[in-house]
């Protein structure tokens, strides 16, 4: 089987109303603190859309200076508590006075936790999302003793006290790092990023070689790399440019390496700018090039797609989902020299979308690729989740996705019988003579015997493993 397959219908999630639950947002910044990401626009999103699912919500985050401690914004209650380190205590603190108030809360976990499960009723269900496993990073930013510390709570103790919660990661990657580097054993679901940019279709590409680099300026970004494999090319191409464009702690350490690497007639560091500007150099660029050492997803590479611009980045966590080799992109191995192997992609992908038709039909493929992720997916996917937890739920919780394929000849008259006893976060897809069924956290055994209760000879099912593909959209879409 292949993935894309054009003849399949998919059908989508269940659209799990909320009307009348309570629930807590817990995130450590919302998008109006100084130093929001996309962390920040995952967390609001999903607040956005239980209320307009019919949920009361309340987004408990930090209070950075000038802000309100209290406010209401799209309908959701803000309360800010606490600075960088002090958010935790307080939340802690604020959750356990008001724990009888919710029927469920999403604990956003951005490298500390919040310890939500210990403070809260045995009965108030509760999803832990995990963008990415930040062990590399306390290490990078704290140094070893503080490092250790770090990992120590983002491991084996939040592992103990989130052990009996489902976690939502926004990636596969994400979702094998959470069970391979912090060990935890329960249900771990992929819910990535929506990505509602418009197509820039507006602007020029320049006639020149332009390679622009978007996002965060900070150390595990690497973009001192991308200043390196730059410069190792610049002979070949002295017409090479490269704008780098975000804001960030890094920005002016990287201005200054830009003077010392005498690449100041190549690379223009703009920091932040309006977004207006932003898409403005991305209509213009052949390429967007990543240095990171690792991300949860890589909303910029599918920011970046919505232009119709292409990505070159290292094989690493998160990177290796957000781009698909040859169609809207390129992976390098970060291995050896990774500022040379970077070089040696980017001078084999400018010479790519530089051959005739090339550029255009890769434009095309990223576009449709930025087109399979929207945040009304992505609220929906995290309601159907919760609706799971609310509500009794047929087939138990478990570490495994349940990926299989049914053969019939009414698979129409089969579905119908079969989707009342799945759980809300089902997703199928269906053609002529198969069904195809992914259960997020759910072991296939459960699955075939509830397909074997309605009916369906074990002979007609075939178990296989959801694609990454697959687990980003939720929705199984093969051929035969």
Known sequence: MSV????????PTTDVPMVGRRVAVLNWKDPWHPDAGGAEVYAWQVARDLVTAGAEVTFVTARPAGQ??????????????GGRWSIYPRVLGWLLRHRGRFDAVVDCQNGIPFFSPAVLPAGVPVICVIHHVHDRQFRLYFGPLVGRFGAW?????????????????????????????LGWAGPVVVVPNGADADHHRGGVRDSRPRIVCVGRVTRHKRVDLVLDAVGQLRPERPDLRLDIVGGGPDVETIRRQVDERGLADVVTVHGHLPSAERDALLAAAWLHVSGSWGEGWGLVVVEAAAAGLPTVAFDVDGLRDAVRPGRTGWLVSEGGDPAG????????????????????RMAIECRQWSDAFRWADTGRRVRAVLGDLLAPR?????????????????????????????????????????????????????????????????????????SRDELLTGVPVRQC
């Open 394 to 466: 047929a087939v138990p919780w478990a570490s495994a996705d349940a990926c299989l394929v049914v053969r019939t000849h009414e698979p129409d008259t089969l579905l119908a019988r079969v989707m009342p006893l799945l759980p809300h976060t089902r997703h199928v897809a269906i053609d002529q003579q198969s069904l195809w069924i992914l259960v997020p956290g759910a072991d296939p055994a459960a699955i075939r015997q509830v397909l074997t209760d309605a009916g369906v000879p074990a002979d007609a099912v075939s178990e296989q493993k959801a």
């Open 68 to 81: 309100r401690g209290d406010e209401v914004r799209d309908g959701i209650r803000i309360v800010r508590v």
């Open 153 to 181: 709570l983002e491991g084996p103790v939040a592992r103990r006290i989130y052990r009996r919660c489902v976690t939502l990661a926004v990636s596969p990657s994400t979702a094998t790092a959470v069970r391979d580097r």
């Open 4 to 11: 894309g397959s054009s003849r399949v219908a998919a059908v």
């Open 341 to 360: 192997n970077l070089a040696a992609g980017l001078d084999r992908a400018l010479d790519s979308v530089a051959a005739p038709g090339e550029a255009d």
